[in-house]
């Protein structure tokens, strides 16, 4: 399970840092439950994962009221913020799918719109902002409004929002508590961790608490956490680096800044296929944006088996390009708001240990050399190619024809590798003397 929601607090009072926050926060909440509250919304504003949905959810729970979660970007919910907008006074509350909820004598429905700085707004679009701002009006019920960047959603038509709602800012939470609550996690993990390790991951986090759970969780694969283990965090820093880059990569609207993207990340076109090909479906919700998309990839995949065959590297640059440029300008919609990417699960895999890695890839690279396609086409069908050694008599054509090692016979099948490989050097060998005498 995920750490970040085992050890998400449920009380206001677990929440680290943003104490100031917090106590307005508090005041607004009973403000509401003595029936006059100053302002009808509050936004909770700052930088990614410092609290600002977890403190929405745990005074909620505080006070015992029921929550309804909107989701601002998903153009489903628009409809519905302008439903609510719509039916005048809410006494009863629409849920996500559109029917009331009934309430209990008194309790209140907190109602959460996170992620609303995602609202993307065409002309005369009244959804969006402008629904918000009139169900704030009208709601007899508190809400909750989440962003990050609060000058997008103050801007334009949200201009009346600032007026309207209690600004709360969560700021970054200070290493100190943060390593303080790692230790509290270990304890409870039944981890031991060294103290440097802790601090370290708190100062890099840069006040996030999220990515600093996230690091730890990262390295605790055992219940002893080392200094060694510092390491790995620097993998994680590149990792990180890298979703930045596919981020601009698939919100660029100009080719070439996608493509100055691709040659500032310096990853190999091999890898940066793989990323994009996992991260694509994420970010382009339009399906035919998505077709478009892969046609590029696909084209691309095809430049990248081209280098593979001719050795020719000049190559990589077409495929560069239209990996990473040709995607970008797929695309017709705007994709706006956060994504949370993947790491590819192929990388993944093969990153977990390097000689597993260096085999497998030579592997593709010869099977692909044989059937004429890509690595990583190679590395799909290596699962059929596999049951194909079962056969002992096909096993050691094939291992001559693709020419495998010893090391790479054993990665295929296992124990038997080693009379495969025998057998297959004799066919090698009598195939040389064929050319030889120039038998067919
Ligand atoms: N101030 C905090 N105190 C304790 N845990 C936190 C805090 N901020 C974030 N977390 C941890 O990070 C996760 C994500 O936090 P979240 O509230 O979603 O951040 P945000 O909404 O600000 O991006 C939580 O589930 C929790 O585990
Ligand atoms: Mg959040």
Redesign the pocket.
């Known amino acids: 399970m995920n750490?970040?929601?085992k050890?998400?607090?449920s009380s206001l009072k677990?929440?680290?840092?943003?104490k100031a926050a917090k106590e307005a926060l508090l005041k607004w909440a009973k403000e509401w439950q003595e029936g006059k509250p100053s302002k009808k919304a509050a936004i909770l504003y700052?930088?990614?994962?410092?609290?600002?949905?977890?403190?929405a959810y745990a005074l909620a729970r505080d006070f015992g009221w029921e929550v309804i979660e909107l989701n601002a970007s998903d153009e489903r919910n628009r409809e519905i913020i302008k439903k609510i907008a719509l039916t005048g006074a809410i006494h009863e509350v629409l849920s996500i799918d559109g029917k009331y909820i009934t309430s209990k004598e008194g309790a209140r429905k907190l109602i959460i719109l996170?992620e609303a700085d995602n609202l993307y707004e065409k002309q005369g679009d009244y959804g969006g902002k402008k629904a918000i701002v009139e169900t704030i009006k009208v709601t007899k019920q508190p809400i909750i409004l989440?962003a990050?960047d609060y000058y997008n959603l103050i801007k334009g038509s949200g201009a009346e929002l600032r007026r309207l709602c209690l600004s709360i800012e969560?700021k970054k939470?200070s290493s100190r508590e943060i390593a303080a609550?790692l230790k509290r996690i270990c304890q409870k993990e039944g981890i031991v961790a060294d103290p440097i390790v802790l601090n370290e991951i708190a100062r890099r986090c840069d006040g996030d608490?999220?990515s600093a759970?996230n690091d730890l969780q990262s390295i605790a694969y055992e219940k002893k956490i080392t200094r060694e283990m510092l390491a790995y965090l620097g993998y994680r820093d590149r990792e990180r680096e890298i979703f930045m880059g596919i981020r601009n990569i698939l919100k660029a609207r100009e080719m070439r800044t996608a493509i100055r993207e691709a040659w500032r990340m310096d990853e190999s076109p091999d890898n940066l296929i793989l990323w994009i090909d996992e991260n694509l479906p994420a970010e382009y919700k339009h399906i035919e944006d998505l077709a478009r998309a892969y046609e590029f990839l696909s084209r691309a995949d095809v430049f990248l088996g081209r280098v593979w065959r001719r050795q020719y590297y000049g190559l990589w640059s077409y495929a560069t390009e239209l990996m990473t440029g040709g995607v970008a300008v797929a695309k017709r919609h705007e994709y706006r708001g956060f994504t949370a990417y993947h790491f590819p699960a192929w990388l993944r895999s093969m990153a977990a240990s390097k000689q597993y890695r260096n085999v497998r890839q030579s592997i593709a690279r010869k099977i692909g050399r044989v059937m004429h396609c890509s690595s990583r086409k190679a590395m799909e069908m290596l699962p059929e190619i596999k049951k194909l050694f079962a056969n002992d008599d096909l096993a050691a054509r094939l291992a001559a024809k693709f020419e495998f090692s010893e090391e790479e016979l054993e990665f295929i099948v296992g124990e038997k590798a080693r009379e495969i490989f025998k057998e297959a050097e004799k066919l090698r060998k009598m195939k040389e003397q064929a050319v030889l005498f120039n038998f067919k």
Do not use: A
């Open positions: 750490w970040t929601e050890y998400r607090p677990e929440v680290i840092g943003n700052g930088k990614p994962g410092v609290g600002k949905t977890t403190s996170d989440i990050n969560f939470v609550l608490v999220r759970i």
